[in-house]
């Protein structure tokens, strides 16, 4: 079993950043894809950000590209969500997520694991 525990949120202003961290547990995801979802009030939760095992290959949502930047540092068993010129709409409960494949996934059924979430307010 792998354990995902998000970190990093918190109230910005728009235009300010955040740096997400999601560190892993139980066992080692250096070959597990790893990636970004976000679930406002109302919404359902959707992607936001994936990364291969390698961390060569990354894919992100149109809403985000060019704002936000995915990593991921294998050493360390953890993965990270860069989110500068953050605007209020980005205000949401951020979940990591882990899917064995290793690939660049979209969609959220394919995952394995998921964290309990952190929460990012953008405030206008």
Known sequence: QVQLVESGGGLVQAGGSLRLSCAASGRTVSTYTMGWFRQAP????????????????TYYADSVKGRFTISRDNAKNAAYLQMNSLKPEDTAVYYCAADRGGGLVVYREM?????????????S
């Open 111 to 123: 995952y394995d694991y998921w964290g309990q979430g952190t929460q990012v307010t953008v405030s």
């Open 42 to 57: 109302g919404k359902e939760r959707e992607f936001v950000a994936c990364i291969n095992w390698s961390g060569r290959d």
